[in-house]
Structure formats: C-alpha cells, structure tokens
Nanobody
Framework: QVQLVESGGGLVQAGGSLRLSCAAS????????MGWFRQAPGKEREFVAA????????YYADSVKGRFTISRDNAKNTVYLQMNSLKPEDTAVYYC???????????????WGKGTLVTVSS
C-alpha cells in the first residue's frame, strides 16, 4: 500500500505561481510512475502531468504545456508540480496518483491522494 498526501494548494491571482508537493509513504517509492490529475467543479477528473520513476520521461496535458513542470525527488519520496502563469481555468482539486511501472495514458493509476484545492482568481 502506498499513501499519498498532497500539499501546497491555495488561492493565487491569475498569472501567479504555486508549487504542489505529494509525499509518498508506505511501500517503496521505487519503480512507481507518478501523476497529477485535477477535477474542476462540475467536470470530470482530467490528466495534468506524469513522470516515470527515473524522471527521464515526462508527460503533459496540452492545456498546461509550457506552464507546468512535474519533477520528483526519489530520495525524499516526493513529487512536485510547479505551476506558473496560472489561469482561472486551472482552478480545481489537484490529485496525486501513483502507478507501479511506466506511465501510460491508458493505464490505471494504482493509488490516489485526497487532493489539494487550487483556486485562481481573475
């Protein structure tokens, strides 16, 4: 079992930045691909970004490319999402997720955090 706890959400003005963190505990972090997803009010959960175990391969939704950066520190069992140039449409609950093995758009994530709220004001 892997427990995931997100932090770093909050209220920010449009154009601002936030950095989300996701701390993993339980089983070893080794070998897990990590991802960030979000769910806006009244909408379905959507993919934001993902990173494989080595950190050598990253994936982004088109809507965040060039603005968001995913990274990980395996020594700290933590994955990050640096969010710059935030827009009101980025407002959502952001969830961290983990999957044993490589990330794939069609692959189910194995573990989920409870989420952290990001609100971007105009």
């Amino acid at each position: 079992q892997v427990q995931l706890v997100e932090s770093g959400g909050g209220l920010v003005q449009a154009g601002g930045s936030l950095r989300l963190s996701c701390a993993a505990s339980g089983r070893t972090f080794s070998g897990y691909a990590m991802g960030w997803f979000r769910q806006a009010p009244g909408k379905e959960r959507e993919f934001v970004a993902a990173i494989n175990w080595s950190g050598g391969r990253t994936y982004y939704a088109d809507s965040v490319k060039g603005r968001f950066t995913i990274s990980r520190d395996n020594a700290k069992n933590t994955v990050y999402l640096q969010m710059n140039s935030l827009k009101p449409e980025d407002t959502a609950v952001y969830y961290c997720a983990a999957r044993l093995g490589l990330y794939s758009a069609n692959a189910k994530m194995d573990y989920w955090g409870k989420g952290t709220l990001v609100t971007v004001s105009s």
